[in-house]
Structures are given as structure tokens and as C-alpha cells.
């Protein structure tokens, strides 16, 4: 449950697992609820991070306002990389990173992650924080159907082969991935790195209407990776708006 937190006088709440208190800055209804269904909206993703150990790194691709990111490094002592291109929900990533103190292991980069380096837009959905289903380079909903946006943001994209290549961020042993739909963008620019002997796993939300997230799958599993289906089956909304997705947990 959550509960009011003390903060630098704005509104915030806390969360606490096994003994360790998370706090978040909670300006809106949307951030009080991710604060509020932080343990049961992907219970996957939460018992995925409680297997890393103090020496993995974890890149958190589409961190939001860093949920998962804060509780990675602060229940399990990982380094993050985390990236979110989207204005107000990095403001918020880095000040849910201060709040929790834990800035010497994670770094926050406002910048998306694609398949190519590029400057271009991104299209926003709802600006606000906590808001999600913003994608970079053209207007399109999570089915990859084009649609109004409400903002236009500036944006600059490069691909996570480029970063490891550069020495920019170390190799990852842990890769989560969530883009509402252009995850397979995301997996076009990091083939060489998925490649690496060292990622261990990567959770990837997939579309199951979609054939190029049909084509994730297939290459996950022929660099070696393989999944639960009953976590799959678990993990995939079975009604309403985002009906048919799910993360896929791949493990080596």
C-alpha cells in the first residue's frame, strides 16, 4: 500500500518491499497509481528483477518515470542504464532517481532507442507525467495504426548497438524493453547485443496482433534465448483496451 511520503514539498508516496522503502514523486492521478500498482500491474516484471544479482546491468528501455528502473538498483544493487525520450516522464525518471539515492547506479538519458540515429519527432499521446503510447517518428497508436497526436516533441534516436559499441554503456546482462508497439524498431538496432554472450535475459512487451513482434519471438529464439509459455499465458491481457499483450520473459 501506498502511503504519503516527506519530500522537498511536493507530493509524493512510498512503497515498501521487504524492508526497503521506494519513493516516488506522485504530481498527478496517473503517477499515485503507477506508485499504487507498482507490485501487481506486471507481478512478472517485479519477481524478472528479483533475480538479478549486485553485478548485473540493466538497460530499461521505455522507463516511464522509472518504476522499475528505482527498483532494480534500490531492492537489488543494479546498475541502470535507463532511457526515456519523453519530456515530462524523464523530468520525473531523474527526480524518482534523486528522491531514492540512488543516482551513483543509475543514469536516466532523454533519447529514444530505434533503429537507426536519427533526429525526427515524437509523438505524444497525453502531456502529462506518467503518460504512455508515445512514438517516435511517426503518429501511430500501440497497433501501429496512425493516429492524432496531441504534441509533436523533439527528439533524437540512436540504437543500443551503437551505445555498447562506443563504450558509451557497458555491455547489459538484463534488457527490459517497452514501447508501446515499435519494440521491434528497438530490436532491429540492438541485434549485436542481444548477440553478446553476457545478456542473460531481456523482457520485451509483444504485441500478439502485430507479425513483426511475431518476428521478435522468432529471433529471440534462434540467438538462443527460450520462454515460459505459462509466464506468457500469465502475463498477456486477455480484455480490454490493450487486449493480446504481454512481456515475454527470455531467458539463456
Not at 79 to 98: C, D, G, K, T
Not at 167 to 192: C, F, M, Q, W
Request: with cysteine.
Amino acid at each position: 500500500m501506498a502511503v504519503p511520503a516527506q519530500t522537498q514539498g511536493f507530493p509524493a508516496r512510498a512503497v515498501e518491499f521487504r524492508g526497503t522503502q521506494l519513493v516516488f514523486a506522485t504530481p498527478n492521478a496517473r503517477t499515485a497509481w503507477r506508485v499504487e500498482t507498482l507490485f501487481t500491474k506486471e507481478p512478472d516484471t517485479i519477481e524478472w528483477i528479483g533475480e538479478f544479482g549486485s553485478a548485473d546491468v540493466l538497460v530499461d528501455i521505455g522507463a516511464n518515470v522509472g518504476m522499475y528502473t528505482v527498483f532494480a538498483a534500490k531492492t537489488r544493487d543494479v546498475r541502470v542504464f535507463a532511457f526515456e525520450p519523453e519530456s515530462q516522464n524523464y523530468a520525473l525518471l531523474n527526480q524518482n532517481i534523486m528522491l531514492n539515492g540512488v543516482d551513483h547506479l543509475v543514469q536516466a538519458y532523454c533519447l529514444a532507442l530505434c533503429d537507426r540515429t536519427s533526429l525526427d519527432k515524437l509523438y505524444v499521446d497525453e502531456f502529462d507525467g506518467g503518460g504512455s503510447c508515445h512514438t517516435y517518428g511517426a503518429p501511430l497508436d500501440f497497433n501501429n495504426r496512425p493516429r492524432a497526436a496531441r504534441f509533436a516533441q523533439g527528439c533524437y534516436a540512436t540504437t543500443l548497438d551503437t551505445l555498447v559499441a562506443a563504450g558509451s554503456i557497458p555491455p547489459p546482462t538484463h534488457i527490459k524493453i517497452d514501447v508501446d508497439g515499435l519494440e521491434h524498431r528497438v530490436i532491429a538496432g540492438a541485434r549485436a547485443t542481444l548477440r553478446h554472450p553476457g545478456v542473460k535475459s531481456a523482457l520485451i512487451e509483444v504485441n500478439s496482433h502485430l507479425d513483426e513482434h511475431w518476428d521478435i519471438v522468432d529471433f529471440m529464439l534462434a540467438e538462443g534465448f527460450d520462454y515460459s509459455r505459462e509466464q506468457v499465458e500469465s502475463a498477456q491481457r486477455k480484455e480490454g483496451t490493450f487486449k493480446g499483450i504481454g512481456n515475454y520473459v527470455f531467458r539463456r
